[in-house]
Every structure is written in C-alpha cells, then in structure tokens.
C-alpha cells in the first residue's frame, strides 16, 4: 500500500512557521498527484487554510483520508465530504473521551460509508486506556463507540469500514 502523507498543516503548537507548512503541504500534494498516490491529511487548528489548499489543489475526485478528525467541527467535516466524493474521514480514540461530545456530534453527522477507524499510534487510546500507548488492538473498542453512535453494531461498522479502507487505499 503506496501513500502520501501524513501531510497538512499544524498549528497548534506554533512549531513552524505557517507560510512554510502551507508550501510543504502544496509540494506533498503534487508529489501525490504526480505519483498518483492517495493522500492523508492532517490539519490542527488550521482549517481554513487546510480548506483553500485542498479546494486549489488536490482534484475533487482524488482518494483522500482525512487522518484524526478530532479538531475541526462537524460542518468542516460536511464541506469536505461534499467537495471530495472519495474522502473519507478518521476518527481514533478520542471519541470515547468524557469530554468529546463535540467530536461525537461530528461522527453522528458523518455517514459510516465515509468512516475511516484509526488509532494514531502511539496517541488518543480509547478510555479506558486514555494515556496508555494506542495500537490497532483497540479498533474495536473505537468501533463499538461508533456502533452506538450510529445505532447499529461493531460488527456492521467494522465490516463499512474495512471496505472503506479498500476503497481508498485500493487494497
């Protein structure tokens, strides 16, 4: 499974100048349309910056996984499934976080058929293992929250979702 990415803008820590996170952004996405590869994006505390990048550069029809959605807000997270058909978004551990209530509203308004299920690794282990180091062992306890939050079983979200990741990474 070929891929570019992690790439996006961060700035949340301030730990590099914005103008240059932008340029680096731009320049991993040709690479990507160069190669033709799918692209995962990161963005913290930059989404409209995220957003007209995306929007100038990246093709509407372009596989894309938007990595660890747990920053932006769920009309965000509408305007780039509707601008990119062949997005589709992750969600990791922070979801069964006491204090995620908006994350959880943005999961609800996002269709499992564009869900993406991710642990960000070593980061966001689901409770009850919150600040232990995260690994791919508790998708399923990200999946059951998801099952409960779109009323249907693990099962049904694990099985959307495996296909999901066939389809963007086309394995």
């Given at each position: 499974m ?5 790439m ?9 100048d ?20 799918p692209?995962?994006?990161?963005s ?5 910056d995220?957003w ?6 990246i ?23 509707k601008?990119?058909?062949n997005l ?8 069964t976080?006491?204090?995620s209530?908006k ?7 996002v269709?499992?058929?564009r869900?993406l299920?991710?642990?960000d690794?070593?980061?966001?282990a ?9 690994h ?19 099962e ?16």
């Amino acid at each position: 499974m070929l891929v570019v990415g992690e790439m996006g803008l961060d700035y949340f820590y301030n730990n590099s100048d914005p103008a240059i996170q932008r340029d680096v952004f731009k320049a991993q996405i040709n690479i990507a349309k160069e190669t033709k590869l799918p692209i995962i994006i990161h963005s913290r505390d930059a989404a409209d910056d995220t957003w007209a990048i995306m929007t100038e550069h990246i093709p509407p029809h372009w596989k894309i996984h938007f990595h660890c959605f747990s920053y932006e807000d769920k009309e965000f997270a509408a305007k780039i499934l509707k601008a990119f058909p062949n997005l589709y978004i992750g969600f990791t551990g922070a979801l069964t976080f006491k204090k995620s209530d908006k994350l959880r509203e943005v999961i609800k308004s996002v269709p499992l058929e564009r869900t993406l299920l991710e642990t960000d690794s070593p980061y966001m282990a689901p409770e009850p293992y919150r600040s232990k180091t995260c690994h791919p062992g508790y998708i399923p306890i990200i999946a059951k929250r998801v099952a409960e939050i779109h009323v249907t079983t693990t099962e049904q979200v694990l099985k959307i979702t495996r296909e999901n990741v066939k389809k963007v990474y086309g394995i």
